[in-house]
């Protein structure tokens, strides 16, 4: 099977946009791609290891890419966490696939 790369854009903490080409064949997910391109200081992102269980890895969706449906665990957590916009998700639960070209978001605020 042929590696197949999708091009996301990262928008930072600092505003600046980062494209990045994120693999679809290592079952990542976006906040492992944000700590892999080092866009956010390490232990500002991923705090919990990607059990939806902090916000650290919250981001904004500005793109109109069609996410997985948000489970229980990560709508609990937006609920409690600072900074939530209508269209707020955490990155540990958006898995790089092929469908994700083109996806487009903005880390929060650290909270």
Not at 94 to 107: C, F, N
Request: include cysteine; glycine fraction near 6%.
């Amino acid at each position: 099977m042929e590696n197949q790369d999708i091009n996301i854009t990262i928008i930072d903490r600092n505003g600046v946009t980062h494209k990045v080409e994120a693999p679809t064949d290592m079952s990542m997910n976006l906040m492992e791609i944000v700590r892999s391109f080092e866009l956010a200081p390490e232990g500002t992102i991923g705090v919990c290891g990607g059990m939806a269980m902090c916000a650290s890895c919250q981001c904004y969706v500005i793109s109109e890419t069609a996410l997985p449906e948000m489970q229980d665990d990560e709508e609990a957590m937006l609920s409690e966490a600072f900074y939530v916009k209508d269209n707020s998700r955490l990155g540990c639960q958006i898995q790089m696939t092929p469908e994700m070209e083109g996806l487009e978001v903005e880390l929060a605020p650290e909270s």
